[in-house]
């Protein structure tokens, strides 16, 4: 054999195992408990991850509810200062979903207007989250004081100069009037321990935010 075929053959088994050095064989892939514990990992990762995920946006669906109460009282209390009349805010819950209205006047319109669902951005469903008050009636606090476990109804009254208006009987408005919304507990109708406050804390009408257990008179 002379040295051309020699170099010949050389050259060859070399570009052979370059070929196999980087373009392996196509049918390697993995084997089934390859399969199994790859999908074994992603499910132990995923139960990990969703309690975590499932508080995120529980929390982030009861702050954007409670940041649609206080622009919702802003907004009345603007309108009364602007236009020289008196506003209120009603609230309600209808089929497990907490609404507002802002309106002129110090009674809630029954027909004719368009309530707006709190933390609508956030597309909630009927029940994920509570709204609950201490307001029994205009600017009125319930016999207690203290935020009632029914679902809430409210209205919240500002005159003409953005304080608190008098209630109906002409007395002087109480002050400290909350507002909450709160995630309910997982498979129940009950406020959790994730909460959120507005609270119109002066005859003047300034107003508050507290959360959790954070919320005193």
Same mark, same amino acid.
């Given at each position: 054999?002379?040295?051309?075929? #020699? ?59 409670? /940041?649609?109460?206080?622009?919702? #009282?802003? /907004? ?56 609950? *008050? ?36 002409? *007395? ?21 321990? #994730? ?8 005859? #003047? ?13």
């Amino acid at each position: 054999m002379d040295n051309l075929t #020699l170099k010949l053959l050389h050259t060859r088994i070399c570009n052979q195992n370059t070929k196999e050095r980087f373009h392996p064989q196509s049918d390697a892939g993995f084997t089934l408990i390859e399969v199994l514990v790859v999908v074994l990992m992603i499910g132990v990762l995923a139960a990990i991850a969703s309690p975590g995920w499932l508080a995120f946006v529980n929390r982030q669906r009861v702050n954007k509810a409670n /940041d649609a109460v206080l622009a919702a #009282l802003q /907004d009345a209390q603007r309108e009364a200062k602007n236009k020289k009349l008196t506003y209120s805010v009603s609230f309600k819950v209808e089929d497990n979903v907490p609404k507002f209205l802002i309106h002129q006047g110090a009674v809630t319109p029954t027909s004719g207007v368009v309530w707006k669902s709190l933390g609508q951005d956030m597309a909630s469903n009927p029940g994920q989250v509570l709204l609950y *008050t201490n307001i029994s009636a205009s600017n009125t606090k319930n016999a207690t004081g203290e935020v009632s476990t029914a679902p809430g109804t409210a209205i919240i009254t500002f005159d003409y100069m953005g304080a608190l208006a008098n209630k109906s009987n002409g *007395t002087v408005a109480d002050t400290c009037l909350k507002v909450m919304v709160a995630a309910p507990k997982t498979g129940t109708t009950e406020a959790s321990a #994730l909460k959120r406050y507005v609270i119109v804390q002066t005859l #003047l009408g300034g107003m508050r935010t507290a959360k959790d257990s954070g919320c005193t008179n």
